[in-house]
Every structure is written in C-alpha cells, then in structure tokens.
T-cell receptor
C-alpha cells in the first residue's frame, strides 16, 4: 500500500539548534517527493521538492532535504532553527505519471524554544 | 510561485443550510484542482479531484451528494457543502497543479474554516 510516514508527531528544539524531520514512504512507482509547511489556520506552503537528479535539494527558508532511495526516506533538515519556523510540516509523495494524487504524511508539529 | 485563493476564509452557518467555497487559481490555468479536508491536528484527507469541464472524482467514503464540486472554468472550482451538519465542521483546503504532463507541485489555497452550528 502507498503510504507516507512521519514518525515524529511533535518535535521541540531550541532556537539556533539544528533540525531534522523524518519522512519515510512506501510507493510502488517512481516518487516525486515534497515538503510543505502549514502555519496555524493557513494553507500549505511548498518548502522544497524532489523530482530527479541531485538527491540533496535546497528549499526556501534555509531548508534542505535528502532523498535516499535505499532507505525510502526524504528527511528535512535545517542547520539553525528560527522561532518563526514553529509550524506543522507535512511530507508528501506523488507518482511521476498518472493521476498525480498526493499522499500526505500525518505531519510533524515543530515547537521552537526561545 | 503560483497563487491559489480561497473564499471565504471562514464561515459559520446553521445546520441544514448549504455553504459554497470557492477556489481560484489567480495567475495560471488549472485543469485539475483538489479538495482536501483537515481535522484539527491531523493530516489532509483528499476528498475529490475536480476536473475542468467534467465530473469530479470522489475518494472512497466521500458523499458526492453532500459535497458538490463544480469546475466550470480553468480558474475556478467550487465546493458546496449541502445540508450542512455540525459534523461537517472542518478546515477545507483546495489546491491546484501548475504544470501539465509532469507531476508539478501543488499550490494550496489559504483554507476555509467551516463551523456548522
């Protein structure tokens, strides 16, 4: 079955500390992978995406993610977290071709301590 | 990036009434839009795929007659919650794909919070 797993429901880090949010996927086809961020009461904003090529992708707001096919993972990282990064983060996957339905993970809520 | 706008951002209605939510792609044409429902502190649940000029494709378990979707133009899709009840209260989010042929990333509207009294 196709699925996206974000093992950490909540993560708390101190401002300035590094961050890694985990994402694992189970997908029968070549995946396209995304990370989105959602602030309370808002829609989702795309942070970064992986389609092909370099497995380390850079996104907005200083985020990056690394695609590891052997581990079926697409973890999101940031070297130094800012208080404004507190939000909900969603990993998503879709197929290279077809109906383009997106499957979202359950999300990780990030709390940043001052 | 591409802009998707939803309206209204929040709505309160009485039980039994119908509510329409609009989703517009402001600077691109979207032949396909997606409607999601999000419960508090949960992920997004795909409700239906809205196709311009044709019927929407609903996900399993989503009532077609309860959630009417119309995609009459390349820039507008609407979701109408008919005979709304308190259990329909939720955060509804639309999204649209930018590119055709490839996967293309989804761009999301701001969401619409529906509260049914």
């Amino acid at each position: 079955a196709q699925s996206v797993t974000q093992p950490d429901i909540h993560i708390t880090v101190s401002e300035g500390a590094s961050l890694e949010l985990r994402c694992n996927y189970s997908y029968g086809a070549t995946p396209y992978l995304f990370w989105y961020v959602q602030s309370p009461g808002q829609g989702l904003q795309l942070l970064l995406k992986y389609f092909s090529g370099d497995t380390l992708v850079q996104g907005i707001k200083g985020f990056e993610a690394e695609f590891k096919r052997s581990q079926s993972s697409f973890n999101l990282r940031k070297p130094s977290v800012h208080w404004s990064d507190a939000a909900e983060y969603f990993c998503a996957v879709t197929k290279v071709s077809g109906t383009y339905k997106y499957i979202f993970g359950t999300g990780t809520r990030l709390k940043v301590l001052a | 990036g591409a802009v998707v706008s939803q309206h209204p951002s929040w709505v309160i209605c009485k039980s039994g009434t119908s509510v329409k939510i609009e989703c517009r792609s402001l600077d691109f044409q979207a032949t396909t839009m997606f409607w999601y429902r999000q419960f508090p502190k949960q992920s997004l649940m795909l409700m239906a795929t809205s196709n311009e000029g044709s019927k929407a494709t609903y996900e399993q378990g989503v009532e077609k007659d309860k959630f009417l979707i119309n995609h009459a133009s390349l820039t507008l899709s609407t979701l109408t919650v008919t005979s709304a009840h308190p259990e329909d209260s939720s955060f509804y989010i639309c999204s649209a794909r930018v590119s055709q042929g490839g996967a293309g990333e989804l761009f999301f509207g701001e969401g619409s919070r529906l509260t049914v009294l």
